[in-house]
């Protein structure tokens, strides 16, 4: 089936410095979303990517597509302590034998120390 | 205020016995998901239902049943809960299952199974 993988797992930073998460789909992907979800919280939606070499940025948050629809990043600059949390990738397939199901990455999770 | 909400939030059970957690939204949502999310692997779908009595099997399906007689509403079923099943479980709902839009989750149910 398809799969995302997502790295890395775990990422403590420093107050200020940057931070990136990137995922891999093993299949082309029509779209991916971006959650983030705090400690002890559920996931929340960020953005959905969807054409080929996208780029959207939310203030200090960049999110990347890449040219083969196959991989992602996110990148956090100059992070702050509420960014702490776990950050998700989810990409979505179509394809003949299954419906549009949504498989979401293994998670990054970020820890800022202040 | 839109929301998805579960219920309960916390349950400790025994191995054997069967349970319910109650999943529904108010948005009018077609789609919606279970997921459960277990350290270092994210969040797997369970199943999914892309509208009333329209359900599919997501990636780790077995164990769980679901039904959708109704829009708003989506249980989830453990006929005969197994320790494995101990996990954190969300519930998600979104307008669409095609390329624009969000997931809603609600605030997660903690399962522990003995």
Redesign the interface.
Same mark, same amino acid.
Do not use: I, N
């Given at each position: 089936g398809q799969q995302v993988m997502q790295i890395p797992q775990y990422q403590h930073v420093q107050e200020g410095e940057d931070f990136t998460t990137y995922c891999n789909s093993s299949t082309t992907l029509s779209n991916i979303q971006w959650y983030k979800q705090r400690p002890g919280g559920h996931p929340v939606f960020l953005i959905q990517l969807v054409k080929s070499g996208e780029v959207k940025k939310q203030k200090r948050l960049t999110f990347q597509f890449g040219e083969a629809k196959k991989n992602s990043s996110l990148h956090i600059t100059a992070t702050q302590t509420t960014d702490v949390g776990t950050y998700f990738c989810a990409g979505r397939i179509f394809s003949s034998g299954s419906a549009r199901q949504l498989t979401f990455g293994s998670g990054t999770q970020l820890t800022v120390l202040p | 205020e839109a929301q998805v909400t579960q219920n309960p939030r916390y349950l400790i059970t025994v191995t054997g016995k069967k349970l319910t957690v109650t999943c529904s939204q108010n948005m009018n949502h077609e789609y919606m998901?279970w %997921?459960r999310q277990d350290p =270092? *692997? /994210? *969040?797997? #779908?369970i199943y %999914?239902s892309?509208n009333v009595e329209v359900t @599919?099997k /997501? @990636?780790v399906p077995e164990g769980y049943k679901v039904s959708r007689k109704e829009k708003r509403n989506f249980p989830l079923i453990l006929e005969s809960p197994s320790p494995n099943q101990t996990s954190l479980y !969300?519930c998600?709902s979104s307008s669409r299952? =095609? !390329?624009?839009y969000? #997931?809603?989750?609600?605030? =997660?149910t903690r399962l522990t199974v003995t």
């Open positions: - | 998901s %997921y =270092g *692997l /994210g *969040l797997r #779908q %999914y892309m @599919d /997501g @990636d !969300f998600a299952t =095609g !390329f624009t969000e #997931q809603y989750f609600g605030p =997660g």
